[in-house]
């Protein structure tokens, strides 16, 4: 898994829902995992498994890096947005979809032989092109969505922990003209103390005020807003108690303090862990 994002349109009924995709060479798939509602362990539990797995009709995928949650405010709908972001390079892609809603059964858990995987077909709603300033070329695996502002935010690696952010103009604004590509206005570097890797992956809470990277090791960087999109503040350094060798991270929402991540590692073996930060 290379991406990884809370579901907000299925995670009331069916415990909790996340949506992920595989990294580079793989189509343009997501997949969502069904965690009980009352399983706190997801590694070592047995009723956490892929529940759906949802082709994106007519999209491509170079190397998808990264989901994100929009609240496509025109239209009501709830949507995820993949990222066509990795690979070294000056222009990126990322198509949005109207976010599925499953067929899970309340009662899933309580049944000893589960209910089939969902396969759904999803036409993509947007494709929209953005390109670094100054013709600059660059790779990146952490795509988010303000919440606040309907911006499109890439958080891009560089070498000696050094990354940049790049914020889009509000997403209804942009261009899908298929002949042009939109310019991302750099904000400020990103740099993870600790590591060597840059961030490869990341969430915003629903509500905007925090932001959470991660790069591989024991610990996951952590922003307020203001933090965030001040270039002369660093993040909090947040300890994981052990080492994760995990990309991907989304936030746990639904916890009052917006305090708890979940991550999920590349593989077929991958693990959905569970931390609340310290």
Not at 59 to 67: F, I, K, P, Y
Not at 125 to 137: A, D, G, M, Q
Not at 254 to 274: K, M, Q
């Amino acid at each position: 898994a290379s991406g990884l994002v809370k579901s907000k349109l299925n995670s009331k009924s069916a415990g909790k829902v996340f949506w992920t995709h595989n990294d580079s060479g793989d189509g343009a798939r997501v997949f969502a995992i069904r965690v009980p509602e009352k399983d706190d362990d997801a590694k070592s539990s047995k009723k956490t498994r892929v529940v759906a797995e949802g082709t994106i009709l007519n999209a491509g995928n170079r190397d998808w890096e990264d989901l994100a949650l929009w609240q496509d405010h025109k239209t009501n709908q709830q949507k995820l947005c993949a990222g066509d972001i990795g690979s070294y390079r000056g222009e990126v892609v990322i198509y949005c979809f109207p976010e599925p809603k499953l067929s899970i059964s309340e009662t899933y858990s309580n049944v000893s032989m589960p209910p089939p995987k969902e396969y759904l077909k999803v036409p993509f709603t947007e494709k929209i092109r953005l390109r670094y300033p100054s013709n600059e070329k660059h790779d990146a695996e952490t795509l988010l969505v303000d919440p606040q502002t309907s911006q499109f935010l890439i958080v891009t690696k560089k070498s000696n922990n050094k990354g940049a952010l790049y914020v889009s103009e509000p997403i209804d604004a942009l261009s899908q003209n298929s002949k042009g590509s939109n310019e991302l206005k750099f904000v400020r570097t990103i740099k993870l103390y600790g590591t060597s890797s840059g961030a490869t992956g990341g969430d915003i809470s629903w509500s905007g005020k925090k932001i959470v990277l991660k790069s591989y090791g024991r610990y996951v960087y952590e922003y307020t807003r203001s933090q965030f999109f001040d270039p002369k503040r660093d993040p909090n350094v947040r300890g994981l108690g052990e080492y994760d060798p995990s990309e991907a991270l989304a936030l746990e929402n639904d916890a009052p303090d917006e305090n708890e991540i979940w991550t999920l590692n590349e593989g077929s073996g991958s693990s959905l862990r569970r931390y609340r930060l310290r």
